[in-house]
């Protein structure tokens, strides 16, 4: 029997963090374990774990979609992994943890002695900064000294740059890791050995991660900005293609859209639907705060770091610049995406290309690239890209605005399914940029439907958990009660459990549910102006119109799901496959 300590936390410490925690108890006592776990999360930490237990204990767990300070777990071998992870393959964790700990046990010699002198430094990043990130860094921090080597990881996210790595270490380093989902910036690693690649690979193959990185060719030492290419083209176009640029837009744009939108309601709500008229009182000064300034702004952010993200800080600026002129020609956050990505390859492109002498190279990222980029992108938008964008989106908000029953219909049912075909997923979020980004023209519809849509997955499971318990297992039965909160919260990940248990019978299933439910939102012309918040922000005055069809959209979508999976779903003791 072995004693296993275990930290669980999740954001609100409500959903994941109880499932979570639960799940490696029972599963570890089956496996004749003993399991003490601490959770953590808004309400603070419960059931700390003392100094004594963690002495005692052969190996910590930390199942984390937050930051876990790991300092107090120091000497111990640690095994960190998400929640969802925990909650979806305990035995499994439970195992590779032991595993860690055995390894970690094995006398000196059994290590990699003749490199002891080696120095591996990291960086880590996600696009929150929060789990991952330090996950991540904990994981090669921890399997590098079991290899013998001195490691040191600069973690970076939301909260700053932590552990930053200091020019003398990156002088004395004898191998460089990145494992980054978010953009950082590699040039300050230049002439050392590279390895980039994702925070997943980090934290479960740490080992090939540190091997990969040694065993690679020293970067060439190059100008200002230019980039490793060779340790690129390794990298899958999934972590490293245009849809992480994309992606990476979407979460700076975010905050913008959120805290326009809310003060656009703010303003209706304390001057009317026609606060922008009169001037000089609170719901006008509010509506020039949400609507002249955050939402005339967030298409340019947008495109601003979608260039950042392919052309670091020199692609910024033509990025900005196309993303403000697509807003003032009237081609909205299409000819956004177009002068994001337009700016960021042709400034990486010009990067490539231009060579200076070395005395000299440090004018390109304040000079000579912003210049040539932006009037390159400055006049394509103008004369070349704009107008017909323009003619596009014009067509696009004229269908939208002029929709008939049978077309609201159709694009109702497409987007309420594609938003609960991955759960958060890459399909998940297309249609949720799509609805995000029509908010600048004034389209608020779509995003109705989308979030509508995506509260409807975990609130169809909970309540088919709820009533239909034959069919459901007992660690189902209680996870029913964190999908309900994110179900309300807009957090389609709660449904994330029960489609990993049985995919092919809850997806089918949940995407009905949803896509019924976008449809009648669509149709019944259900309009958000607040792209996030789920049911606390419908007392918003005016955040959502036609709010008693919405609620009924969100209660058929729910009733629908839960009633799906009475038919599809056989009660336990029935299924022998």
């Known amino acids: 029997m072995s004693k296993i300590v275990a930290v669980t936390a999740c954001p609100t410490g409500v959903a994941h963090t109880i499932m979570a925690a639960e799940a490696l108890k029972k599963v570890g006592a089956s496996m004749g374990h003993q399991v003490e776990v601490e959770t953590q999360g808004a309400e603070g930490a419960k059931d700390v774990l003392s100094q004594e237990t963690i002495n005692a204990a052969d190996v910590v767990i930390i199942a984390a979609d937050i930051h876990v300070n ?49 120095f591996i430094i990291g960086v880590t990043s996600c696009p929150t900064g929060i789990a991952h990130t330090f996950m991540a860094a904990e994981a090669l921090r921890k399997t590098g000294v079991a290899l013998g080597y001195e490691v040191k990881i600069e973690t970076q996210g939301s909260v700053g740059s932590k552990n930053v790595l200091t020019d003398e270490d990156i002088a004395r380093a004898d191998a460089v890791v990145i494992a980054a989902d978010a953009f950082v910036d590699p040039k300050r690693f230049d002439g050392k050995p590279l390895y980039e690649t994702s925070t997943k690979e980090a934290l479960h193959d740490a080992k090939s991660v540190i091997k990969s990185a040694l065993a690679a060719k020293p970067t060439v030492k190059k100008g200002l900005g230019e980039q490793v290419a060779e340790i690129k083209k390794d990298r899958s176009a999934a972590t ?15 905050p913008v859209v959120v805290a326009g939108g809310l003060m656009i309601a703010l303003a209706f709500a304390f001057g009317g639907i026609y606060a922008g008229d009169q001037t000089g009182t609170l719901g006008w000064a509010l509506m020039q705060i949400g609507g002249t300034g955050a939402f005339s702004l967030f298409v340019p952010v947008f495109s601003a770091f979608i260039a950042y993200s392919i052309a670091q800080r020199p692609g910024i600026t033509a990025g900005i610049v196309g993303g403000l002129l697509a807003t003032n020609v009237g081609a ?47 006049l394509m938008m103008i004369y070349v890209i704009g107008p017909p964008v323009k003619i596009a989106l014009t067509s696009l908000s004229a269908w939208l605005q002029s929709m008939q029953s049978s077309s609201a219909l159709a694009l109702g049912l497409l987007l309420g399914a594609m938003m609960a075909f991955d759960m958060g997923g890459p399909v998940n ?18 995003m109705a439907a989308v979030m509508a849509a995506g509260m409807t997955p975990p609130l169809g499971l909970a309540l088919a958990a709820t009533f239909f318990k034959s069919r459901f297992t007992k660690e189902e039965h209680e996870a029913s009660k964190a ?39 669509m149709v019944m012309k259900c309009t958000l102006m607040v792209p996030h918040g789920g049911i606390f922000v419908l007392p918003i005055p005016h955040a959502v119109t036609n709010i008693l069809a919405y609620a009924i959209a ?19 003791k029935q299924i022998t496959d």
């Not at 245009?242 to 979460?251: A, E, F």
């Open 483 to 521: 999908a309900f909160i994110l179900g309300i919260s807009f957090i389609t990940e709660g449904a994330i459990p029960f489609a990993a248990r049985d995919p092919f019978r809850v997806i089918p299933c949940i995407m009905l549910g949803s896509a019924v439910t976008g449809a009648i939102s």
């Open 332 to 378: 909205g956050f299409l000819g956004g995406i177009v002068a994001g990505f337009m700016a960021g390859y042709l400034t990486k492109f010009l990067n490539d290309k231009i060579k200076l002498p070395q005395h000299l190279d440090g004018l390109k990222p304040v000079l000579i690239l912003p210049f040539l980029s932006t009037l390159v992108v400055g």
């Open 70 to 118: 790991p300092v107090r777990f120091q000497g111990k071998a640690l095994y960190a992994v998400t929640t969802s992870e925990a909650i979806r393959n305990t035995k499994a964790i439970i195992e590779a943890a032991l595993g860690e700990a055995d390894e970690m046990a094995k006398p000196i010699s059994a290590k990699d002695t003749s490199s002891e002198n080696k």
């Open 240 to 254: 490293s293609g245009p849809y992480r640029h994309l992606m990476t837009g979407v979460s700076y744009m975010l």
């Open 554 to 572: 969100i209660v058929i979508g729910t009733l629908i799901t839960a009633g799906a999976l009475f038919i599809v779903k056989r009660p336990l």
């Open 429 to 446: 979020k297309a249609a949720y940029t799509f609805g995000v980004g029509l908010l600048s023209a004034k389209i608020y519809a779509p």
